[in-house]
């Protein structure tokens, strides 16, 4: 192989690069300048592996295939976490990207347990560790290292946190600015950001936010469009976006609201959902947002397993994915290709099993539409949970 050395390279003629062929391999003491453009400027047919630099987020990014799409580039203490130790502890046998489920109820009492997955291997959850107090219609956000449970019933302003790397118990991060339950959570890697949902007696439209690295009490972000609860939230780099759920005086809500996470301000309008309900499972890569299953008295049934979709960077009404195998109550997670839900409640049992809570985890994929799939199954039978995972589309 031969050697050039040289610190700039130019075409004979014209502004392109020079044609290299067969083996090449260029190093350089100084540097390389990408191409650029903002989010929307983003190539859609180009080979993976291509590079270019984002100005809207102010990083690099690869494309990493049609199924994937654009991802930036960054460090990922996360990436290649699993847990198995053995061939037959479930998912957790592989590795990849975690998903955490947190506390919930049974039916007959509230709990603390916290259970994971990897999301790229099918099989059962497995035992993480314990919240720091039992807790039903919380919160979740999460950034590449940290897992955070916010609220809950009753009515909580508590914020606790896990390290999603080793297993072990939640501890106390701070307290949001004000009691909730059946808020909603969404983060990039640096913020996340509550929607506070419900307070004993009214909904509410305060949003606000923490530093995820740094433990302290959340402070004010803005207001939601309106008063809400018990919708869900999902995120790309740049958006939050959440389904109001509960609304007052309509008691449910098809209108989604959107927020700029690095920026503070009031929330927008974003669209429309195909069907409303609340305790809506949500998951998102950097570019599909996912509302997956809903609740709605007094339709037939109450709990629907339909499953919708949004492109994040562009305003619009959802557009129809598939069916789940069961209906809301539960939680949502995902990789960058695979979207997860599980406990809750279903309506139509598949077959052997009766209507009910329910273990289910089912899982798509986020770049297809199509009917969800089973997983697997969480330690316990359990609705009003709430998940959260370190791959998720804000990541």
Not at 302 to 317: E, P, R
Not at 340 to 367: C, K, L, Q, R, S
Not at 383 to 390: A, E, P, V, Y
Request: glycine share 16%; hydrophobic share 30%.
């Amino acid at each position: 192989m031969s050697e050039i050395n040289s610190s700039n390279f130019k075409k004979e003629h014209g502004d392109l690069a020079p044609d290299l062929v067969g083996v090449t391999e260029l190093t350089s003491p100084y540097f390389f300048v990408p191409p650029s453009g903002n989010t929307a400027e983003r190539p859609e047919d180009c080979e993976p592996g291509t590079l270019r630099f984002n100005t809207d987020i102010g990083s690099l990014e690869v494309f990493r295939g049609k199924t994937i799409g654009w991802e930036q580039i960054q460090r990922r203490e996360g990436q290649y976490l699993g847990g198995g130790i053995t061939p037959n502890l479930g998912s957790n046998s592989g590795t990849g990207t975690r998903m955490f489920f947190a506390g919930g109820t049974n039916g007959s009492s509230v709990v603390d347990v916290i259970q994971f997955i990897t999301i790229q291997t099918l099989g059962n959850a497995q035992d993480f560790g314990n919240l720091t107090a039992a807790k039903q219609e919380g919160g979740a956000l999460a950034s590449r290292t940290r897992g955070f449970y916010f609220g809950g019933d009753p009515a909580l302003n508590v914020i606790e946190f896990i390290t999603m790397a080793s297993l072990g118990n939640a501890s106390d991060f701070g307290d949001t600015v004000s009691t909730s339950k059946s808020g909603m959570g969404m983060s990039d890697q640096t913020r996340g950001v509550i929607v506070h949902g419900f307070q004993p007696g009214t909904r509410v439209n305060v949003i606000s936010y923490i530093t995820m690295a740094q433990n302290g009490n959340s402070v004010d972000f803005g207001d939601a469009t309106v008063a809400c609860y018990a919708g869900g939230g999902l995120s790309s780099s740049t958006r939050g976006v959440f389904n109001l759920g509960s609304t007052n005086p309509a008691p449910y809500s098809n209108v989604i609201d959107f927020i700029t996470i690095k920026t503070t301000g009031n929330s927008a309008d974003f669209g429309d959902l195909t069907t409303s309900g609340t305790h809506t499972q949500t998951y998102s890569n950097a570019t599909r947002g996912v509302f997956h299953s809903a609740y709605q008295y007094p339709s037939s049934p109450n709990f629907m397993n339909v499953i919708q979709f949004v492109t994040i960077a562009t305003k619009g009404n959802a557009l129809d994915f598939g069916d789940s195998l069961t209906g809301s109550f539960g939680c949502g997670g995902s990789s960058p290709t695979r979207g997860v839900t599980g406990g809750g409640y279903f309506a139509h049992a598949p077959t052997g099993e009766t209507a009910g809570f329910t273990n289910i985890i089912d899982f798509v994929e986020i770049a297809t539409t199509g009917n969800a799939q089973d997983f697997g199954d969480l330690t316990n039978t359990v609705r009003h949970i709430k998940g959260d995972s370190n791959g998720h589309g804000g990541l």
